[in-house]
């Protein structure tokens, strides 16, 4: 019998510790892994923040003030 296609699959591991089943993007990677798609602000714990956005903040980070986006005032 003929083996069916295998599909491209997501490089990352889960939390479970299987292969993600999710498609790749061209990185390799699904969009809720790629760093390049996810949100990336800071939390309030100290880590990364990983809302799949797209690029660019999240909801709930896009209002909030960013020191290396702000411009310095002297005097």
Do not use: F, I, K, S
């Given at each position: 019998m003929d083996q069916p296609a295998r599909r491209p699959r997501c490089r990352a591991i889960t939390r479970k510790g299987f292969r993600c089943p999710i498609g790749p993007r061209p990185s390799?990677?699904?969009?809720?892994?790629?760093p390049a798609?996810?949100?990336?602000?800071?939390?309030?714990?100290?880590?990364r923040c990983g809302v799949a956005t797209g690029g660019g903040p999240c909801r709930t980070h896009r209002?909030?003030?960013h020191?290396?986006?702000?411009?310095?005032?002297?005097?």
């Open positions: 390799g990677l699904c969009h809720v892994h790629d798609v996810q949100c990336g602000a800071a939390t309030r714990r100290g880590g209002h909030e003030h020191p290396d986006q702000a411009t310095l005032e002297l005097g």
